[in-house]
């Protein structure tokens, strides 16, 4: 008796990434926080669909650049909800990069604390309150007490912080 086994055909990464990017792309135009994004900066819900998004090569999960999303290549091994994560967080600076495009005194203060800055508290308070939605609100605290510890935010100002960020989360 012989067993023959057929050798599965090696996945197309271009055509995974294109898959990704549209089920990001669907996720975005039906999400309700993305568009309260977009209500919130006096941007047409359309925006989600023209917004680009790529992934790249990154030393980071995810950044925004003149209001294009980049997504860390390492992404495209995760769920989509982690993958979203990001995406609202970055979709949010997207937002902003327009809403403020060409206003010189709008630039974010990089002399305070990463966690302190206006434009990021508003993303992350995007992006806990889609994650909380998508994986519950413990799965969050979770995630919210490991990015106050990897941001080295002193124990005495985690509890005020953690509540700051979380704010929008029922």
Same mark, same amino acid.
Request: overall charge negative; proline content about 3%; hydrophobic content about 30%.
């Given at each position: 008796? +012989?067993?023959?086994?057929?050798?599965?055909?090696?996945?197309?990464?271009?055509? %995974?990434?294109?898959?990704?990017? !549209?089920? &990001?792309?669907?996720?975005?135009? !039906?999400?309700?926080?993305? %568009?309260?994004?977009?209500?919130?900066?006096? $941007?047409?819900?359309?925006?989600?669909? !023209?917004?680009?998004?790529? +992934?790249?090569? @990154?030393?980071?999960?995810?950044?925004?650049?003149?209001?294009? &999303? $980049?997504?860390?290549?390492?992404?495209?091994?995760?769920?989509?909800?982690?993958?979203?994560?990001?995406?609202?967080?970055?979709?949010?600076?997207?937002?902003?990069?327009?809403?403020? +495009?060409?206003?010189?005194?709008?630039?974010?203060? %990089?002399?305070?604390?990463? @966690?302190?800055?206006?434009?990021?508290?508003?993303? +992350?308070?995007?992006?806990?309150?889609?994650?909380?939605?998508?994986?519950?609100?413990?799965?969050?605290?979770?995630?919210?007490?490991?990015?106050?510890?990897?941001?080295?935010?002193? %124990? !005495?100002?985690?509890?005020?912080?953690?509540?700051?960020?979380?704010?929008?989360?029922?």
């Amino acid at each position: 008796m +012989f067993t023959i086994y057929a050798k599965e055909k090696p996945e197309n990464k271009l055509l %995974k990434r294109m898959r990704i990017l !549209s089920e &990001i792309r669907t996720s975005l135009e !039906s999400d309700p926080i993305a %568009k309260e994004i977009c209500r919130e900066n006096d $941007i047409g819900e359309w925006f989600s669909k !023209s917004v680009p998004i790529s +992934f790249e090569d @990154l030393d980071v999960a995810a950044k925004t650049v003149n209001g294009n &999303i $980049i997504l860390s290549k390492k992404l495209l091994s995760k769920p989509h909800e982690i993958r979203m994560r990001y995406v609202i967080h970055e979709f949010t600076h997207a937002t902003q990069h327009v809403k403020n +495009f060409g206003n010189k005194n709008n630039k974010s203060d %990089k002399s305070q604390d990463y @966690l302190d800055r206006d434009n990021e508290k508003d993303a +992350f308070k995007k992006q806990i309150k889609y994650d909380a939605e998508e994986r519950g609100k413990e799965n969050v605290e979770d995630y919210v007490d490991g990015l106050l510890s990897h941001h080295d935010v002193p %124990k !005495s100002e985690r509890k005020d912080k953690k509540d700051e960020l979380m704010m929008e989360v029922e």
